[in-house]
């Protein structure tokens, strides 16, 4: 009984970043296992013209040990170097979440998702049991949502402390989560209800700090149901009811006597807040004709402890078709979509959003492929009221046009002998202000271009590539320009066990006035020593001219790797 004890407990602290094992095939596993990788690396630099960079000599060892129970790893990882010194180790977050057939457990730190309105993959501490027998769908954990973080006044006080790396204060966070669900993966419905609390008692607080951060309490109801009907059609629903208490001491609200019973579910406070959210979708499929229509409304206020962020004020429709056409050999897919925040008018402006898309992909045989993407993105902002309807309108009214089209043709010829690839990517995307009052800040206009062009021999292990590039970004203010030549080769010798390469490069780039000129040359090379064992070698230099300094810079790295 004493071995049966401390064995279940050793599994429990050694499966940290495991999320789901099996049990089924647990008899195949070996019961111990040990791998490790280990890498030994240095680097050099050297720069004539300006002051070094980096360190002129570096190394580094790094291993990845990883120790194996039935299956189970458990990854280690240390690192040493003449500049610094870390090992992590995977004890901080312990969990376990085996599987025997229609049975699922949590225990420690785990996941689940029961809708993306309750229970939607938040971490939590603790334990839990889903099941599946047949259709039924079932599942209940408890645990802790959410870890107390004190208030830190040292940090706060450090005026060489980022504000980013203070540590936000929080209470402690305690929960459940139930669903109940029955069907299969085409047709289903899952009813789910989670309820959490903070603890007050878990953090100290200043009295400042206190009357702003206070404990709080939700309450959400989910109902989850997707339906396949006629072969070719899918609707789907999914719809959340919260009860959000920002401050649990507060003033208790008495419900009327028909209505008490809710005092069970959550006891209502005045800062209690009953928000809704949802979506509903129809989606029709066959061989080559697809379309999906979406509505969906989120309240401003919508909160939910078991879900993480998700955008609030917002209601949109959606459709988005699709077709398959010569046996697949064209694809296109599109949609088009309108978007509005303040549904419930106590915002001072609204904002509405037109979002549209559209995607081409052709095979034009064995050679020849092209992608081809468009997107237009509206935006406009209108105040509720214009005191002026003459000069309010040009200077509070915003409206934005942002289009984006990029075409990507591809060539492929390929024998015995010899395999080429050419091929260019074309982007070219524009921010239009329609505000002549803001329009010569905001609008740009975005050129990106790729021309590229490789040969390989399989038979002499050897092949070249090269490739150049543009890229423009403008607007009223200024200009940015680069452009580049990258070319490259690469030989395979010694029973492919020495892969070298040597690439080199001409960068040309200019903003405003200012220009520079960038040369690179460099080669690499690895050697595989054995099945477990490789040496590399990597070295680059590098020439820069700009506002007329000319400085060159050394680079390289060398080293051998392990694994066993």
Do not use: C
């Not at 002129?56 to 120790?67: R, Y």
């Not at 209601?315 to 925040?341: D, T, V």
């Not at 915002?347 to 549209?356: A, E, F, P, V």
């Amino acid at each position: 009984m004493k071995k049966l004890f401390f064995f279940t407990a050793f599994m429990l602290w050694i499966t940290p970043s495991v999320f789901a094992q099996n049990l089924e095939g647990l008899k195949n596993q070996k019961p111990l296992r040990f791998s490790s990788g280990l890498s030994l690396s240095s680097s050099f630099y050297d720069a004539q013209g300006i002051e070094a960079r980096r360190a002129p000599f570096a190394w580094t060892l790094t291993g990845s040990p990883t120790l194996e129970v039935y299956g189970i790893k458990v990854p280690f990882s240390f690192a040493l170097s003449n500049q610094n010194r870390s090992f992590q180790q995977p004890f901080n977050r312990i969990g376990l979440t085996p599987q025997y057939k229609w049975v699922k457990v949590h225990a420690g730190y785990s996941s689940a998702r029961f809708s993306q309105y309750t229970l939607a993959g938040r971490q939590f501490l603790g334990g839990g049991i889903e099941l599946t027998p047949g259709k039924w769908r079932l599942g209940y954990v408890q645990g802790r949502f959410q870890k107390a973080v004190g208030y830190d006044s040292l940090a706060i006080a450090n005026p060489n402390q980022f504000p980013s790396n203070v540590p936000v204060p929080a209470f402690s966070r305690y929960g459940y989560a139930a669903k109940l669900g029955f069907g299969t993966q085409k047709s289903f419905i899952d009813l789910s209800y989670l309820k959490a609390a903070d603890r007050e008692s878990s953090i100290q607080l200043p009295q400042l700090v206190a009357k702003t951060l206070r404990p709080a309490e939700n309450a959400v109801l989910g109902i989850n149901t997707q339906v396949a009907f006629l072969k070719k059609f899918t609707w789907s629903a999914d719809l959340g009811l919260s009860a959000y208490t920002r401050d649990i001491s507060s003033d208790t609200v008495v419900l009327p006597e028909k209505f008490s019973f809710l005092g069970q579910i959550l006891l209502p406070k005045r800062s209690t807040q009953v928000q809704t959210a949802g979506e509903t979708s129809l989606g029709y499929r066959d061989r080559h004709v697809g379309l999906r229509v979406l509505y969906r409304r989120i309240d401003p206020d919508f909160r939910s402890m078991g879900a993480f962020f998700f955008q609030t004020d917002m209601e949109q429709w959606l459709i988005a078709p699709s077709f398959n056409l010569l046996k697949n050999r064209i694809q296109i897919n599109g949609s088009y979509g309108w978007q509005r925040n303040n549904i419930s008018q106590t915002r001072s402006r609204t904002t509405n959003r037109t979002i549209g898309s559209a995607s081409l992909a052709l095979r034009g045989g064995k050679h020849f492929n092209l992608q081809a993407n468009y997107s237009n993105f509206g935006m406009t902002m209108q105040p509720r009221a214009q005191l002026n309807p003459i000069n309010a309108v040009d200077t509070f009214r915003a409206v934005q046009v942002s289009q984006s089209i990029s075409l990507t043709p591809a060539w492929h010829f390929n024998s015995k002998l010899r395999q080429q690839n050419f091929g260019m990517t074309m982007n070219y995307s524009l921010l239009d202000d329609l505000n002549p009052y803001s329009a010569y800040k905001a609008s740009m206009k975005t050129i990106v271009s790729n021309v590229y062009y490789s040969t390989h021999f399989p038979q002499r292990k050897m092949g070249f590539n090269t490739s150049v590039t543009y890229q423009s970004s403008a607007n009223s203010l200024a200009t940015i320009q680069n452009i580049g030549f990258h070319g490259g080769f690469q030989k395979t010798l010694a029973k492919d066990k020495l892969v070298t390469s040597l690439n080199t490069g001409f960068f040309k780039n200019s903003s405003g006035e200012t220009t520079s000129h960038t040369f690179q040359i460099g080669g690499n090379m690895s050697y595989r020593i054995s099945k477990k064992s490789a040496f590399f070698f990597n070295t680059q230099w590098q020439k820069t001219t700009t506002e007329g300094k000319t400085f060159g810079e050394w680079f390289g790295n060398s080293g051998i790797s392990l694994s066993f």
